[in-house]
């Protein structure tokens, strides 16, 4: 364990790069989490209809955020080959792919209303619910090309500059999130809405950051940021070739979560907000995990880069073991100290009952969460790893086949037409996780993962080659 330490991608390395990720996502974590306990604090209608309407503007992201997302793998394996100027061209493609889908995802916001009615939800409840989306669905173009310049640092390991970012993001949507709901100072009260329109501000603010650091004189130089903006027909295909089905494979998995979701939503009221509190609070664990599955594709990435496979092999061992051990602390936490967690979100307008209902569910949801824990580690880390390599179809198969043979289809089954309530849902949601785990894991030791690259054997300005660095996350400059 000592000297796994200070080896090459060993803890020291996992965490100097996963650390700021986790930093970052948990900004995102409480950015959501703040929202949501704000709102629930606003009224039981505004956080019933939060997390539906929040999840399903992010399916309709996810697809796009995984496609520009992938960006990172091109700008791991370009680093790792020492083949910077081609760095900047990359991130260029996820910028105009970025582009396109903040046009597609503002025209959701006309089928708003036909898509609540689907689900099906009481009438207050679906006001609410279109309201949240249209808002958070006209800024979520913001979302998509912030995660594709992200990936300029990610990709490269300097993940600081990312952590901060998210920072500067968070410190604006949470102030503003509690002054626009509840109507403080010159403020207007606008509830659910005044959430939407603090989280595409925050959205907004990370682009403009991102934006001013990526054409920084340094970085036009270095990485030609700014000369190298054309359209790459060919670099652009690559990017869709492996993007796509990483953007497939999120999509899907946030669309089973969806519609599991909504299927809640059918069996009650008190079934649906419980569900949603359990959820939201289960982000604190999944959410910073994210950090890790990032950086692990990045060190992997950049090994592959390298010609150097089995550094990524040693890397992913290393991430799993720092994984598995704040997730089984997490575990503990939600079988042991349920109730202070859940009572973050008692609403000031629950009753007696309501509070004290939705409690003893909660405390029964969070078990089944407890125990997925440790196979959502197994399944962060080795897709993580496999993706860094560009094993992104065996992904994209993988959740498609799962998700709709495990939760989609026997979730809507069990509720719509069995009847059965919500603890076989849960269940049935337990056993999808534990087999994404397993699944992920089994191709990861198959070691196909090792021979495979997204970029160009030989890159095309090899003239700028040179030795990448020992670590990826040294220099934090530029």
């Known amino acids: ?82 083949a910077f100027t081609r760095v900047g061209k990359a991130v260029w493609q996820g910028i105009f792919f970025s582009l396109f889908a903040a046009i597609f995802l503002a025209s959701m916001a006309l089928m708003s209303g036909h898509l609540f009615d689907l689900i099906g939800h009481s009438p207050h409840i679906r006001s609410l619910e279109v309201t949240y989306f249209n808002i958070l669905t006209l800024g979520a173009g913001l979302v998509v090309l912030s995660s594709a310049m992200a990936c300029f640092y990610t990709g490269r390991g300097l993940t600081w500059t990312v952590m901060f970012v998210h920072m500067a993001g968070a410190a604006i949507n949470i102030p503003l999130d509690y002054c626009l709901i509840n109507g403080v100072g010159p403020f207007p009260e606008l509830g659910i809405a005044g959430a939407g329109i603090a989280t595409v501000t925050a959205s907004a603010t990370m682009v403009v950051i991102f934006s001013l650091l990526f054409f920084s004189p340094g970085n036009r130089a270095r990485f030609g940021t700014w000369a190298h903006r054309g359209f790459d027909i060919d670099l652009f295909r690559r990017l869709m070739r492996f993007g796509l089905p990483s953007g497939i494979q999120f999509f899907l998995e946030i669309f089973g979560f969806t519609f599991f979701v909504q299927m809640v939503g059918r069996l009650g009221d008190l079934e649906l907000a419980a569900s949603n509190i359990v959820l939201s609070i ?162 990861y030791r198959q070691g196909k993962w090792k021979r495979m690259r997204v970029i160009e054997t030989y890159p095309h300005d090899s003239a700028t080659l040179q030795p990448p660095p020992s670590t990826a996350f040294h220099g934090e400059a530029s």
């Open 1 to 82: 364990m000592l000297e796994r330490w200070s080896k090459i991608n060993g803890y020291r390395d996992v965490l100097a790069i996963s650390l700021p990720l986790v930093a970052s996502m948990g900004s995102i974590t409480v950015m959501q989490f703040t929202d949501r306990m704000f709102l629930a604090n606003y009224s039981v209608d505004a956080i019933t209809a939060a997390l539906p309407a929040g999840i399903a503007s992010f399916t309709s992201i996810s697809f796009f955020m995984g496609v520009a997302n992938y960006t990172n793998a091109f700008v791991a394996q370009y680093t790792g080959a020492g």
């Open 282 to 443: 289960e982000t604190l664990a999944f959410m910073p995990m994210i950090g890790f599955h990032i950086g692990n594709a990045t060190l992997v990435g950049q090994a592959i880069g390298r010609g150097l496979p089995e550094e990524g092999a040693y890397a992913t061992i290393s991430a799993l073991h720092i994984t598995v051990f704040y997730m089984m602390g997490i575990a503990g936490l939600f079988v042991f100290l349920p109730e202070p967690l859940l009572d973050l979100f008692k609403a000031s307008d629950y009753t007696h009952q309501e509070y004290a209902d939705i409690m003893a569910l909660g405390v029964i949801l969070m078990r089944f969460v407890a125990l997925f824990s440790f196979f959502d580690a197994l399944n962060l880390i080795f897709s993580g790893a496999i993706k860094g390599a560009g094993d992104t179809r065996f992904i994209m198969w993988t959740i498609a086949a799962l998700s709709i043979g495990l939760m989609i289809l026997p979730v809507y089954v069990a509720v719509e037409v069995i009847g059965a309530g919500i603890y076989t849902a849960w269940v049935l949601v337990t056993v999808y996780v534990c087999a994404l785990g397993v699944a992920f894991m089994l191709r």
